[in-house]
């Protein structure tokens, strides 16, 4: 301690020497690995030449081969353990046992944004589909989470799937809570959703200085040359709630490094990605351009982007998007790099990849009154008083422009841009993020999509509105590229017929390609009877309240759509969430819905067909 103090004492200029943290969160520069590529064109679905990454594609095939047969077996046998008087189909397609793996479903589970009550939302309903959780196990839905091949997330549902990923894929109880570690400078240590995001005290002198604090942090990605916004003071808020190191005793301690380093494809190395044990994670996020059709923007509405906008996923391999406007990629690992001879390592801190899918405090285009009138403006002005940029757009995520040039010049609406920007996910007005599940190459036929964002006036349930919204954008814009059943073409439709307060079906009688949707929102009270508490907007909450919101959640995710209208829940609903998951894939091999099967799609499918009646 004493020789530390004499040498900062005795050397001036290492007073203002980064912190940890800095160091941590600062790109690395270094020679491009020889073969590297800096895009790679994804193909088209209509020209028939659409390729996932080989490296996604060899974790699929391998979940494929090595997991999923043993997870639908397990799922499987939860499910005949209840005694459900399934068509004998659901478990010959179940269990088959042959190396083939066509005849299984290709399932895909979305987790929308909504802020913390979609992070909880979202957590609740993947309890009750966990194999880990013995209560879901009995009832019969535990499993499912095992059984899918991908798992996407948005803005509060980044925050969930971010941390699930990189916590490495722990139960929702450990994730939501943490563990006690010998070491928790390195162990995952829970949300600490008891700490508010941002603003950890309730003192603004000491909040001012918490600002203060993460402005260093990004202090040395600042003086590499790389510009810094707003997003990557979220992004080392992020690392102390959705990275390992952090638990509630360390959390003000300045001297750790609270997440930094921890980059979003290094979840590539840990255990239960490398033994293919997760369903590959997906993050989502909106292209925030200066070059936007801005006749685009839904109309009416609070959403900033135009839907002609790419969507942009990013997932532990790479960055960018399938739809035919971007139709290209650059490796996560090297996010940040311009070119193939230096690259760019260390950029993709998963605080700032969740950040970016969670940016919802976008004000671009907007008027400068309107910046300043947010919260989120001190931070800002913070940020630009201590390492001052010019020319910057301070409110968005920041990316060095990989996809620069003739690349991607004539169909990329930033191809000529330095710097590209996102923004929230939802900011188009599609919070569940789906896109993802539709890429063609993908080959998903059940997408399972949990909705908690908000879309009732002034109240905090769901009312389907992203369905509505992905439906006019594929339609309008994109209707060979992707598929998508019909759903209803405007809120009050949900609303009046209760499709947001019981799981619904959407594809049932599809003659497309499009895959069955199995819509699960956070739309009502619980059924029996409980006090609601899931129709919040919490900036924090207590162990307490979060054990009890995802309590709750598990019950509006288990109790179904009774065909007894006073019940609390239905009785059949494993076994119908079962008919559904199998669907396509019943399909496949040409055999009829029957039995159970037949009543539950009476019940749970929703009866309009049609688009733009
Ligand atoms: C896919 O086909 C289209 C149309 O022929 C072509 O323009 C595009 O370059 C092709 N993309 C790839 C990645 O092969
Ligand atoms: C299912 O049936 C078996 C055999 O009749 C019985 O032992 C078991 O308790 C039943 N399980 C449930 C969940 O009803
Ligand atoms: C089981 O897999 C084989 C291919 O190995 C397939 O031909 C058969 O239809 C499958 N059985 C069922 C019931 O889906
Ligand atoms: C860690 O252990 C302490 C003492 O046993 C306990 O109070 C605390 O709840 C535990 N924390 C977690 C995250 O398990
Ligand atoms: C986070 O900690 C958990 C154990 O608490 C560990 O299994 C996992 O690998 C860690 N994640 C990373 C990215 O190091
Ligand atoms: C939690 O959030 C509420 C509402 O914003 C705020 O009043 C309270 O101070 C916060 N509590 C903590 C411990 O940050
Ligand atoms: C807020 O924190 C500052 C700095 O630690 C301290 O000087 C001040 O007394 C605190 N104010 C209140 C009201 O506690
Ligand atoms: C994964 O770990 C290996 C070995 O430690 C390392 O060389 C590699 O860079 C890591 N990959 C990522 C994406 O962090
Ligand atoms: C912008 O979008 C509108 C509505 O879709 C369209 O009519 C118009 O041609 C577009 N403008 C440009 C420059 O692409
Ligand atoms: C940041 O500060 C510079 C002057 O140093 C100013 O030109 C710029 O407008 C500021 N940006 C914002 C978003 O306030
Ligand atoms: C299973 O889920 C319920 C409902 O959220 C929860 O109370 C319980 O702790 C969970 N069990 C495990 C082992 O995660
Ligand atoms: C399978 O779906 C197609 C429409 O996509 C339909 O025409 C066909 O009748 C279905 N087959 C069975 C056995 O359900």
């Given at each position: 301690?004493?020789s530390?103090l004499?040498?900062?004492s ?10 940890a943290?800095?160091l941590?969160?600062?790109p690395?520069?270094g020679?491009c690995?020889?073969g590297f ?15 996932l ?5 060899a ?9 999923l047969p ?5 799922y499987?046998?939860n ?5 459900a008087?399934?068509?004998?189909y659901v ?5 088959n ?13 979305a987790c929308?944004?909504?802020g913390?009550r ?7 309903v993947?309890?009750?589909?966990d194999?880990?959780?013995?209560t879901a196990?009995?009832?019969?839905t ?5 059984a899918a ?22 139960t ?10 010998t ?14 995001q941002q603003t ?6 000491q ?11 990004v ?6 040359g790389?510009?810094v ?11 102390r ?10 959390f ?17 190395n ?15 996020a ?21 839907i ?11 960055m960018?998007s399938?739809?035919?406007t ?9 996010l ?5 001879s230096i ?8 605080g ?16 400068e009154?309107?910046l ?6 001190t ?18 995520t920041?990316?060095?422009n ?5 690349a ?5 609406i ?12 939802g900011?188009?007005?599609?919070a569940?993020?789906i896109?993802p ?7 998903l036929?059940?997408?399972?999509a949990i909705?908690?964002?908000q879309?009732?006036?002034?109240e905090y349930?769901?009312a ?7 439906q ?23 609303i009046?017929q209760?499709?947001?307060t019981?799981?619904t079906?959407f594809?049932?009688d ?8 199995i ?11 409980e ?11 207590t162990a307490?309240?979060l ?9 509006i ?17 494993p ?8 669907d396509?894939?019943?399909?496949r091999?040409?055999?009829e819905?029957?039995g ?8 749970y499918c ?8």
């Amino acid at each position: 301690m004493f020789s530390t103090l004499l040498v900062a004492s005795s050397l001036p200029l290492l007073a203002v020497a980064q912190s940890a943290a800095s160091l941590a969160y600062t790109p690395v520069y270094g020679t491009c690995p020889s073969g590297f590529t800096l895009v790679r064109q994804a193909g088209s679905s209509a020209a028939d030449n659409q390729t996932l990454n080989p490296q996604e594609a060899a974790y699929i095939s391998a979940r494929k081969s090595n997991v999923l047969p043993n997870a639908w077996k397990t799922y499987l046998s939860n499910l005949e353990a209840t005694n459900a008087s399934l068509p004998s189909y659901v478990s010959d397609i179940l269990s088959n046992s042959s190396s083939d793996t066509a005849v299984y479903p290709n399932l895909g589970i979305a987790c929308s944004g909504g802020g913390w009550r979609a992070t909880m939302f979202g957590a609740g309903v993947l309890n009750a589909l966990d194999g880990r959780n013995e209560t879901a196990v009995a009832f019969g839905t535990g499993g499912l989470l095992q059984a899918a091949q991908y798992v996407t997330g948005l803005s509060g549902g980044s925050s969930l799937v971010g941390s699930l990923a990189q916590a490495n894929f722990p139960t929702m109880e450990v994730l939501a809570f943490g563990t006690n570690a010998t070491d928790p400078t390195h162990a995952w240590g829970g949300w600490l959703s008891q700490i508010t995001q941002q603003t950890p005290y309730t003192n603004a002198t000491q909040n001012n200085e918490y600002i203060q604090l993460l402005i260093e942090e990004v202090r040395g990605k600042s003086e590499a040359g790389f510009a810094v916004s707003y997003v990557d003071l979220v992004a080392r808020d992020n690392g102390r709630h959705f990275s390992n190191g952090t638990d509630l005793d360390n959390f003000f301690d300045d001297s750790l490094v609270h997440g930094a380093g921890y980059t979003w494809s290094g979840v590539a190395n840990v255990s239960t990605f490398v033994s293919y044990e997760q369903p590959f994670p997906i993050l989502v996020a909106t292209l925030l351009s200066p070059n936007g059709n801005m006749s685009n923007v839904i109309p009416n509405s609070s959403f900033i982007i135009p839907i002609s906008n790419p969507i942009m996923e990013l997932n532990v391999y790479e960055m960018g998007s399938y739809d035919p406007t971007l139709a290209a990629f650059t490796p996560m690992e090297y996010l940040g790099t311009m070119n193939e001879s230096i690259c760019v390592t260390n950029y993709d801190q998963a605080g700032l990849v969740m950040g970016a899918s969670g940016d919802w405090n976008t004000y671009y285009n907007t008027s400068e009154s309107t910046l300043v009138s947010t919260s989120m403006y001190t931070m800002i002005e913070a940020l630009n008083d201590t390492l001052p940029q010019t020319n910057i757009v301070l409110d968005g995520t920041l990316f060095p422009n990989s996809f620069h040039g003739p690349a991607t010049e004539g169909t990329f609406i930033d191809a000529g841009e330095t710097i590209i920007m996102m923004s929230d996910g939802g900011s188009d007005g599609e919070a569940v993020p789906i896109q993802p599940l539709l890429v063609k190459a993908r080959g998903l036929d059940i997408i399972f999509a949990i909705d908690a964002n908000q879309d009732w006036a002034n109240e905090y349930w769901s009312a389907g509105g992203s369905l509505v919204n992905t439906q006019n954008r594929i339609n309008t814009l994109f209707p060979t590229a992707y598929s998508f059943p019909p759903v209803p073409t405007n809120t009050s439709e949900f609303i009046a017929q209760n499709l947001s307060t019981r799981p619904t079906f959407f594809g049932c009688d599809s003659s497309t390609e499009a895959p069955l949707i199995i819509y699960l929102a956070n739309g009502g009270p619980p059924r029996d009877g409980e006090t609601s508490l899931t129709n919040v907007a919490p900036n924090n909450v207590t162990a307490e309240q979060l054990q009890a919101f995802l309590d709750q959640t598990y019950t509006i995710a288990t109790q179904g759509n009774p065909a007894n209208v006073s019940a609390a829940a239905d009785p059949e609903w494993p076994a119908c969430l079962a008919c559904g998951v199998v669907d396509r894939a019943r399909n496949r091999t040409g055999v009829e819905r029957s039995g159970v099967c037949s009543s539950c799609f009476d019940r749970y499918c929703w009866n309009g067909s049609t688009y733009g009646l």
